[in-house]
């Protein structure tokens, strides 16, 4: 009896340490739909807000297919104050028409939506729908010339990104001084056009998430300057241990010391007898 309380404690501790590694261990999420070269953790379940402290308001905002030959999908319009709105719906091969961007298939695509700040109120102006990274980048003018990078960029490797950056400068019609600047957490991207509409147009991505941070440009009468409010912060997100396992943890220990002290009183009736 006392051979078999002893094999039935260690089987149970072994069982408990099992469960603790187990429910320890951090729980991966592969999420397939997201290509390897970006942030893995990205949530299409968030929206992303920018406060937008500059706009255009001159007239409303063409909104253009990457298809020129098709009409626009309709006017897009915020204010100071006012708000812009991303939810990204997924990765999704680039349009034909998306020629003109460096940033190859698969790419983001997302809703977006417009809010005016009409007397301290937000007001819905218009929402596009699972539109792409490119064609977000064509009308809001994030990025420069080819390099569209729009809302999100891949984080797999920064050098690529700057020396694409650098390559910007293309004479005669896209001559730019470029500048870059990278910390820790952050890259910059500063395009200051010489010539034509003299685009200037600066975008600060988050190197973790790879998600716009910051954003001023401005490209002939238009103009955009906004800051995302909810970044992300992933470093800080650490594996939650889900009740269920702990629960088992807390079970095992209490059967476990129950037939330690049993077997531990056997012993001792045996002993006195």
């Known amino acids: 009896m006392i051979k078999k309380s002893i094999f039935l404690g260690i089987f149970t501790s072994i069982l408990v340490f099992q469960t603790i590694f187990f429910a320890l261990t951090p729980i991966i999420k592969a999420d397939t739909a997201i290509p390897e070269n970006y942030c893995g953790e990205l949530d299409f379940n968030e929206v992303y807000i920018y406060d937008v402290s500059s706009f255009n308001t001159s007239k409303p905002l063409e909104w ?3 298809d020129w030959f098709a009409p626009p ?7 100071p104050g006012g708000q812009i709105l991303v939810n990204f719906t997924g990765f999704y091969d680039k349009d034909p028409n998306d020629s003109y961007n460096l940033f190859e298939s698969p790419t983001s695509y997302m809703n977006i939506e417009f809010k005016e700040n009409r007397l301290g109120v937000l007001v819905t102006n218009t ?3 699972n539109i792409s990274n490119g064609e977000v980048d064509m009308n809001l003018a994030i990025g420069y010339n080819k390099f569209k990078s729009g809302f999100l960029i891949p984080i797999n490797n920064f050098t690529y990104l700057k020396q694409q950056a650098y390559a910007q400068d293309e004479p005669p019609y896209w001559n730019a001084t470029v500048i870059i600047e990278e910390t820790q ?8 056009q010489k010539g034509g509409f003299l685009q200037r147009t600066k975008s600060i991505y988050d190197k973790i998430s790879g998600l716009l941070i910051y954003t001023n440009t401005s490209i002939g009468n238009y103009t955009l300057e906004m800051t995302l409010t909810n970044l992300p912060d992933l470093n800080a997100e650490l ?8 629960l088992i943890i807390f079970t095992s220990l209490s059967i476990t010391t129950i037939i330690l002290i049993l077997s531990a009183k056997r012993k001792t009736k045996k002993s006195k007898n």
Do not use: C, K, M, Q
């Open 127 to 129: 929402t596009f729908y």
């Open 64 to 66: 253009r297919e990457l």
């Open 185 to 192: 957490n952050n890259i910059s991207f500063d395009f200051r």
């Open 73 to 79: 999908r309709g006017f897009a319009n915020t204010t």
């Open 239 to 246: 594996p939650l241990i889900p009740a269920y396992p702990t």
